[in-house]
Structure formats: C-alpha cells, structure tokens
C-alpha cells in the first residue's frame, strides 16, 4: 500500500513520516491534520528526550549558521517575496483566474537568490 512502516510517524532515528505515507492513499485533509499531530508529538517527545547532538541552543541564528556551514541552497524572507511575486506574473499563468504558477524545480527557485 506504500506505507512507511512506524510508530506514531516514528519510522527510526530522527525519520519521521506523516499522511499518506504514514497510513496509506485513503482519508481527506482531516485525517492528514490528524496524522500530522499524531507524529508531531512524537517529534515533540524526541526532542523533549534527548536533544539532538547537533543541538546548540542557537535559535535561528544557529541554523542560518549550519545552513551556511553545510552549503545548503536555502532560500531566505527577501528571496521567498521574489517567487512569490514570479509566480503571480500574470505571464506565467495558464488561464484567467489562476492566482498563480507554482515553480516546480528547486533550480528555479534558487535563481531567484
């Protein structure tokens, strides 16, 4: 059925899993809603455990820090406005009516850096 095998969207380690690849193709948005708490209070439960050992305390200043150590392509607030912004050229759209064109390819996002 293409179902991750997992405990409360636990599958091992830090992996996690939520949805249809949690319980299966079946449900609507509130059985995904309902999924997604279940497994994010087994996140919740991790972290209140045992933190990570990659852990700093840092806050957002810390995993701007990591991001750029890892050479992460990332995409920021500024850069976030800019695909926004793209992807409601009235250019880009298919029909009238259409709010907008979503980028579908990462490469093309991060253009927008």
């Known amino acids: ?14 992996l996690f899993v939520a949805g249809w690849l949690k319980r299966g193709p079946s449900g609507i948005i509130g059985t995904n809603i309902a999924d997604a708490k279940d497994t994010v209070s087994s996140i919740m439960n991790d ?9 700093r305390g840092e806050g957002r200043e810390g995993l701007d820090n990591l991001i750029i150590e890892r050479n992460i392509p990332s995409i920021d607030w500024a850069c976030y406005q800019k695909i926004d ?3 409601k050229d009235p250019s ?17 996002m991060i253009h927008f850096r």
Request: hydrophobic fraction near 25%.
């Open 92 to 108: 880009r759209l298919r029909s009238e009516g259409q709010p907008r064109e979503k980028f579908t390819n990462i490469s093309e």
């Open 1 to 14: 059925r293409g179902v991750v095998k997992n405990t409360h969207g636990k599958v091992e380690g830090n």
């Open 85 to 87: 912004t793209a992807e």
């Open 47 to 55: 972290l209140n455990a045992a933190p990570t050992p990659d852990s």
